[in-house]
């Protein structure tokens, strides 16, 4: 699969920190940057496949690309991203398949929830894609 | 048949994933949708499945502005089109981590109850017959 890359998507990290518990990134996400197109014109936010989507970028830095999500749970958008801002995501082992995300910038926390993660060669045809774990 | 066109949808061209409203009864919409040109976040035929939340999030969207119609003409109040985001990824499970973006799929999505500026829904997500994900969305509207 190809995911999309930052440059793609007009957005640049200035931090980028992991160990085998903890994975944290820090972006900055212009006005201008693609991850905004259309969403909405106007008065721009973040989509949440935006925010998803960089969650799987760091994953595929942290973790490798065989890793995937299998699943999302009680993820919660508690305020608005917008452009020009500095956008933290902290990723925290919860179990051999879980993980903790947490999104905040200077403006206070924006989402957080849990994500399942997977091994992407492990899918098979009609198969639950959580079925093997990492 | 008086189904909600999904240009009232907020999102511009790239973003506006459903393409046109294949059946609404009662508390349900099915909606058919693809990847446009421009779309942001896919990079090649293959996409992550997650990508396709935003189409079912956009398809509870006009299910909601449907219903919202509805009401407002029952009522004799005059129509008023509201943007809504997505404020809850209740659960989504990927059946498959991956689908191909060149071809359309389907969202199908039910209102289980509002709140408030609160929409909660669930539904599915299918390319051609092959179930690619489940989800729980709440929107703010």
């Known amino acids: 699969m190809n995911l999309v890359s930052l440059d793609s998507m007009g957005v640049s990290f200035v931090k980028f920190e992991d160990n085998p518990a903890v994975c944290q990134a820090e972006f900055v996400l212009p006005e201008h940057a693609a991850i905004f197109r259309d969403h909405f014109p106007g008065r721009p936010l973040l989509p949440a496949i935006g925010l998803i989507s960089l969650c799987d970028w760091m994953l595929g830095r942290w973790l490798g690309d065989a890793v995937g999500l299998a699943f999302l749970r009680r993820v919660k958008f508690t305020l608005p991203m917008v452009p020009e801002m500095r956008l933290e995501i902290h990723l925290t082992r919860r179990d051999v398949d879980r993980l903790r995300m947490v999104s905040r910038s200077a403006a206070g926390e924006h989402a957080s929830g849990e994500l399942g993660l997977h091994m992407r060669t492990a899918v098979v045809d009609g198969a639950p894609a959580g079925k093997e774990t990492v | ?141």
Not at chain 2, 10 to 34: K, M, N, W, Y
Not at chain 2, 37 to 53: E, I, N, Q, R
Not at chain 2, 90 to 102: C, H, K, L, N, V
Request: hydrophobic residues 45%.
């Open chain 2, 1 to 141: 048949m008086n189904w909600p066109d999904p240009g009232v949808l907020p999102h511009g061209p790239a973003f506006r994933l459903v393409q046109s409203v294949e059946a609404i009864a009662g508390d349900r919409i099915t909606c058919a949708c693809r990847i446009p040109d421009l779309f942001p976040l896919v990079a090649g035929a293959k996409m992550p499945t997650y990508l396709a939340l935003e189409g079912l999030a956009q398809s509870a969207g006009l299910l909601a502005a449907h219903l919202a119609c509805q009401d407002a003409k029952t009522a004799g109040r005059a129509v008023k089109s509201t943007p809504g985001y997505v404020a809850r990824i209740r659960q989504a499970t990927f059946i498959r981590s991956e689908m191909d973006g060149t071809l359309p799929w389907s969202a199908d999505a039910q209102l289980e109850g509002r709140s408030g500026h609160m929409i909660l829904c669930r539904g599915e997500v299918l390319q051609g017959t092959t179930l690619i994900l489940q989800a729980g969305l709440a929107l703010y509207i």
